[in-house]
């Protein structure tokens, strides 16, 4: 299995990224006919605006006794398969040629599904917290160019975020 660190930059929000996401994800529909799933494009690609890593996410909601099916079916469109990858109870998969893209395969409507989706959506409604996402981005890639060391430092600001984003789906009953 490949190493999951790699070089990272972040770069100016690309317009053309939300139609790379809906094209990647019908291809992982088609490839998933026939099971029942759901898919999503996910991560900072996903908000207009938002700086990012040139590489679209998309997500799979499977039921657990399919993600094995899954996965295999997501392996033969190029992605190289890395397990849970640090994130117990998700599948990454990643692809780096053609248009790179990661796949996260989650249960279907599980916490994980939600979380990625609360996290997208607040983001697209807050453009305050777009504004410090991407200032905490720019610095994390700054001080630490590779994958791990890069989503360790920026940690703070997506809990930070992810706990807004509950609040506001709470109804600002939680905090």
């Known amino acids: 299995m490949a190493d999951l660190d790699e070089p990272i930059h972040v770069v100016a929000p690309d ?21 029942p799933v759901d898919v999503a494009h996910i991560g900072s690609t996903a908000v207009p605006g938002l700086e990012a890593k040139p590489v679209i996410d998309v997500q799979v909601g499977c ?72 200032a905490a981005k720019r610095e994390a890639a700054r001080r630490a160019p590779t994958l791990l060391a890069y989503s360790d430092l920026k940690a703070q600001i997506v809990a930070e975020i992810m706990g807004a984003a509950r609040g506001a789906a709470d109804g600002g009953r939680a905090s």
Do not use: C, K, M
């Open 63 to 134: 039921p657990a006794g399919r993600i094995e099916v899954a996965v295999a079916r997501i392996e033969r469109l190029g992605f190289e398969w890395l397990g849970e990858a640090g994130v117990p109870g998700r599948q990454y998969l990643r692809r780096r040629s053609g248009l790179p893209a990661n796949v996260h395969v989650v249960g279907r409507q599980g916490r994980l599904w939600a979380d990625n989706l609360l996290f997208r959506d607040y983001l697209i409604t807050h453009p305050d917290a777009v504004a410090r996402y991407a």
């Open 15 to 35: 317009p053309a990224w939300g139609d790379q996401g809906r094209t990647l994800v019908h291809d992982i529909s088609a490839a998933l006919r026939g099971l």
